[in-house]
């Protein structure tokens, strides 16, 4: 469900907007002067929507638009072939997620809406509150070069641009340009084409630009940062799983989960993935060491099945089983109540007691841990300080703090500027890819719309004689592609906001 919290911030700054446009505007002494203030600023207000236009950047526009004329005819050019591609595509695509999301919502299967390409974001929902800024910076980013694209290719195919503006609707920012229509008819569908597809086309090529960007970060940043030497901690919650004076700190670098090495923030997760989804692991210790388990009790069943013979609700002990000597089979099994961090420290693990006897000149056995069915115990490694040793789910561990692949060579470089780079540009490439499918659509009031109307004129024209029936075929195709775009974002905001 939506946070009502936010709901209510929301809601009481469009009323209080709403409320001081209309008192101003229905004033007698501050009517005239607060509309002409609105008029020479370039301000519309209405519900729930504010929007800005300006021509300040008229002359950045035509300036662009005189650059290498035959590299920008070969460039939007290109910009029309990826616009029908993307058309095509965007369709292929929405019915692709939209199969997706209803066999979402007809199975409890939790891995089938992570293989979502497209998802309905809302921000405190399924958006972290925390990464608002992100969200909103690049998706006006996104916006904007989409625009520029626009501006840009209708300059050049002789189309007046009217000016440039911004918008906020509800909470999303976004961005326009205003095109003189009586130009944009005169000139030929193909014209029109490189125009309309000119944006998608741009947000496109920012997308992989991003994406470069993303993947060259720790070439660019390797004079100050370095990468491959572990996982930094930039961030812990508190009071989780990883917070405690023996936990994780701001700084630590990991560099392994029991035997599996932890070089960057992708080893981490496919680690406790990997120790998620295989038995538990064991640990080589001295026979000698063992304690039966009658010392603290008698061993006894939990409710899963599995078994505990520590019943002292001790913090430091924890119940580890064994395999007789003299037996092998699983009525031999034999469980002891130890000091975990005492018995685990710097020993080797193992999963059967042939790889103890193979590594050991003493007599030790493979001692596991008698742990519930998901829970697990994991010793995690971040030198020089001691392993913190973690009981529990281990996606509960992965929760529980924030990494970066970026290690600081320099004491005065912060943590959080590889994290901000990297943040921004995923959220780019992801933002900026979306406007490009969504505004390919064939789908009213978006590009698409007007991207399908001049290819059926530039195909149809001596097909279709009939201007009537062009139009006729070409609303009924809009029409599928709105249906087809409104059942994604309905069933989309059911499945984020309802469940």
């Not at 002409?36 to 729930?48: K, V």
């Not at 290498?68 to 290109?78: D, H, V």
């Not at 990297?422 to 780019?428: A, D, M, N, P, R």
């Not at 406007?435 to 659509?441: I, K, M, T």
């Given at each position: 469900?939506?946070?009502?919290?936010?709901?209510?911030?929301?809601?009481?700054?469009?009323?209080?907007?709403?409320?001081?446009?209309?008192?101003?505007?229905?004033?007698?002494?501050?009517?005239?002067?607060?509309?002409?203030?609105?008029?020479?600023?370039?301000?519309?207000?209405?519900?729930?929507?504010?929007?800005?236009?300006?021509?300040?950047?008229?002359?950045?526009?035509?300036?662009?638009?005189?650059?290498?004329?035959?590299?920008?005819?070969?460039?939007f050019n290109s910009g029309l072939v990826f616009g029908i591609a993307a058309m095509l595509g965007s369709v292929v695509l929405l019915i692709r997620?939209?199969?997706?999301?209803?066999?979402?919502?007809?199975?409890?299967?939790?891995?089938?809406?992570?293989?979502?390409?497209?998802?309905?974001?809302?921000?405190?929902?399924?958006?972290?509150?925390?990464?608002?800024?992100?969200?909103?910076?690049?998706?006006?980013?996104?916006?904007?070069?989409?625009?520029?694209?626009?501006?840009?290719?209708?300059?050049?195919?002789?189309?007046?641009?009217?000016?440039?503006?911004?918008?906020?609707?509800?909470?999303?920012?976004?961005?326009?340009?205003?095109?003189?229509?009586?130009?944009?008819?005169?000139?030929?569908?193909?014209?029109?084409?490189?125009?309309?597809?000119?944006?998608?086309?741009?947000?496109?090529?920012?997308?992989?630009?991003?994406?470069?960007?993303?993947?060259?970060?720790?070439?660019?940043?390797?004079?100050?940062?370095?990468?491959?030497?572990?996982?930094?901690?930039?961030?812990?919650?508190?009071?989780?799983?990883?917070?405690?004076?023996?936990?994780?700190?701001?700084?630590?670098?990991?560099?392994?989960?029991?035997?599996?090495?932890?070089?960057?923030?992708?080893?981490?997760?496919?680690?406790?993935?990997?120790?998620?989804?295989?038995?538990?692991?064991?640990?080589?210790?001295?026979?000698?060491?063992?304690q039966p388990s009658w010392a603290h009790g008698r061993a006894f069943k939990r409710l899963d099945g599995t078994m505990d013979c520590c019943s002292?609700?001790?913090?430091?002990?924890?119940?580890?089983?064994?395999?007789?000597?003299?037996?092998?089979?699983?009525?031999?099994?034999?469980?002891?109540?130890?000091?975990?961090?005492?018995?685990?420290?710097?020993?080797?693990?193992?999963?059967?007691?042939?790889?103890?006897?193979?590594?050991?000149?003493?007599?030790?056995?493979?001692?596991?841990?008698?742990?519930?069915?998901?829970?697990?115990?994991?010793?995690?490694?971040?030198?020089?300080?001691?392993?913190?040793?973690?009981?529990?789910?281990?996606?509960?561990?992965?929760?529980?703090?924030?990494?970066?692949?970026?290690?600081?060579?320099?004491?005065?470089?912060?943590?959080?500027?590889?994290?901000?780079?990297?943040?921004?540009?995923?959220?780019?490439?992801?933002?900026?890819?979306?406007?490009?499918?969504?505004?390919?659509?064939?789908?009213?009031?978006?590009?698409?719309?007007?991207?399908?109307?001049?290819?059926?004129?530039?195909?149809?024209?001596?097909?279709?004689?009939?201007?009537?029936?062009?139009?006729?075929?070409?609303?009924?195709?809009?029409?599928?592609?709105?249906?087809?775009?409104?059942?994604?974002?309905?069933?989309?905001?059911?499945?984020?906001?309802?469940?």
């Amino acid at each position: 469900m939506i946070p009502v919290s936010l709901l209510v911030f929301v809601m009481a700054g469009w009323c209080a907007v709403y409320l001081a446009d209309t008192l101003l505007r229905s004033s007698v002494t501050h009517r005239i002067s607060y509309e002409s203030w609105l008029a020479s600023r370039g301000l519309m207000l209405s519900p729930f929507h504010v929007r800005w236009q300006t021509t300040m950047f008229n002359r950045l526009f035509a300036y662009c638009a005189r650059i290498n004329p035959r590299a920008l005819y070969m460039w939007f050019n290109s910009g029309l072939v990826f616009g029908i591609a993307a058309m095509l595509g965007s369709v292929v695509l929405l019915i692709r997620t939209l199969q997706q999301t209803i066999a979402q919502m007809t199975t409890d299967n939790p891995r089938i809406g992570d293989q979502q390409t497209l998802q309905v974001v809302v921000p405190g929902v399924n958006l972290p509150t925390s990464q608002l800024a992100y969200f909103f910076i690049a998706l006006l980013l996104s916006g904007v070069i989409h625009e520029l694209g626009h501006a840009v290719a209708a300059l050049r195919e002789q189309v007046r641009v009217n000016g440039f503006g911004m918008f906020v609707f509800v909470v999303y920012p976004g961005a326009f340009v205003d095109l003189f229509t009586t130009h944009l008819n005169l000139i030929s569908p193909a014209q029109q084409l490189r125009i309309f597809c000119a944006g998608v086309w741009h947000n496109f090529v920012l997308c992989l630009a991003a994406l470069a960007f993303l993947f060259l970060l720790p070439l660019l940043l390797f004079p100050m940062y370095a990468t491959g030497a572990g996982a930094l901690v930039t961030e812990v919650v508190q009071s989780s799983a990883a917070d405690g004076p023996r936990g994780l700190s701001v700084g630590d670098i990991v560099t392994g989960l029991e035997d599996c090495p932890v070089r960057g923030v992708e080893d981490w997760t496919s680690c406790l993935s990997h120790l998620a989804h295989t038995p538990q692991t064991g640990y080589c210790v001295p026979v000698a060491s063992l304690q039966p388990s009658w010392a603290h009790g008698r061993a006894f069943k939990r409710l899963d099945g599995t078994m505990d013979c520590c019943s002292n609700n001790s913090l430091t002990d924890l119940c580890f089983s064994y395999i007789k000597s003299q037996g092998r089979s699983s009525r031999d099994r034999e469980y002891a109540c130890m000091p975990v961090r005492k018995m685990v420290t710097g020993t080797r693990v193992c999963h059967t007691d042939d790889d103890c006897a193979a590594h050991s000149h003493t007599a030790s056995i493979c001692v596991t841990p008698s742990l519930e069915n998901q829970t697990r115990f994991i010793r995690v490694t971040h030198p020089p300080n001691t392993h913190m040793l973690f009981v529990g789910y281990p996606p509960h561990l992965q929760y529980a703090v924030s990494l970066t692949n970026f290690v600081p060579r320099f004491g005065f470089l912060h943590l959080d500027l590889p994290v901000f780079l990297e943040t921004f540009c995923k959220y780019v490439v992801s933002l900026s890819g979306a406007l490009a499918v969504v505004n390919s659509v064939p789908c009213f009031a978006l590009d698409g719309q007007w991207m399908l109307n001049a290819l059926l004129e530039a195909t149809l024209a001596s097909v279709v004689i009939d201007r009537q029936k062009r139009e006729l075929i070409g609303f009924f195709l809009l029409l599928a592609g709105s249906a087809l775009l409104a059942a994604n974002v309905a069933l989309g905001l059911w499945m984020v906001t309802a469940r």
